[in-house]
């Protein structure tokens, strides 16, 4: 057999296939989960199956080293068992980081724009605006900004719910204009990024492991309306083993726009899901809301990240900001982290262990920790981007 060809199917519960999967199992397990899941004990409401924070509420919560471990693991379980989506009302109590982003923002669209643009995820390309990588263009176009957007540790906190530490932080931006169309139903990466037929050569347990290992959570840049299209979102579906091969039936699909949920975000809300909750981005039926959103994919540490990003760039851009802003105190350490946590690389691995090997420890230093030990220590900036070409020779085999 070729190495690539695809392998027998043992028991159906060892491989899914989408001739197997079951919209009337797939309905049924999600009516029942909506009829018998209680109301999370943190959360300030549930609408229409979703849990609904007060991020108000919550930030005591965050900064406690006792209770935020509760906190974390009621997310979690939303995250895996519950609905599989969570609302942060309030995820920013200032959206002023907010107003200076979207700017940023609006100019790449403008320039990217008459470069010719790209094409889009499960849309039509052109029916949006999509600034790829958007997490380090921002980071290179305006690092004070990207400093202050960042420095939030709701966001962390969402993050290592679901990631635990050294996840890596990716984004998108993504603007549906009046009259865009809305997507198509689906689940996202890994799995979800496969055709059915690659996706049915992955055995079961590979399936679990997808959505583990990567958390989808945007931010709101505009006030949404549903008239203006947020999310649409089937709670509980993630929950369906077989949905990685069953989500572009045309069953399921059907199932999904007669029972989506959709809320209405305030500009400063956040929403986090479940990668393998079946979703699509709504359609804009307004006539003058440009709806505006950062598309948050955070990856495990453990896991393979979808974009490439030059992390050792937006350390040096983001390094002399931080610095001059930890001096005046205008960062507590908690904001600190979590704009670090958004930027530099958190895991030591993959390395050259000849060149790179661990001292004092199992791993040798991450660029988290340079980067953190930079500013506790004030290094100048040469000084640290000397420490980060040291830190790429040791990785590589050159």
Known sequence: MHALSQPPVTSAKDWFREADCSVDDFATLIETSRETTPKPRLAAAVAHGIPVYDCDALRPLIADPRQRPELLA????????????????????????????????????????????????????????????????????????????????VLVAAAEAWLGPAYQMTSQVNVVRPGGEAQQAHRDFHLGFLTVDEAQRFPAHVHTMSALLTLQGAVAHTDMSVESGPTKLLPFSQRYPQGYVAWRR??????????????????GDALFFNPALFHAAGSNRTHDVQRMANLLQVSSAYGRAMESLDRTAMCNAVFPVLRTMCAQRQLDAVQTAAVIASCAEGYAFPTNLDRNPPVGGLAPASQQQILATALDENWSDEQFATALRNLEYRNSTR
């Open 74 to 153: 009621e997310w979690a379980n939303v995250l895996l068992d519950g609905a599989g989506v969570f609302v942060l009302q309030r995820a920013y109590d200032d959206t002023t980081a907010i107003d200076d982003a979207t700017a940023i923002f609006e100019s790449i669209i403008r320039t990217e724009r008459k470069a010719g643009g790209g094409a889009d995820h499960f849309a039509k390309a052109g029916a949006n605006d999509r600034i790829w990588n958007a997490q380090e263009k921002l980071c290179l176009e305006a690092p004070e900004v990207f400093v202050r957007y960042f420095a939030n540790p």
């Open 250 to 267: 045309a069953d399921f699909r059907a199932y999904f726009e007669a029972h989506y949920a959709q809320l209405p975000l305030t500009k």
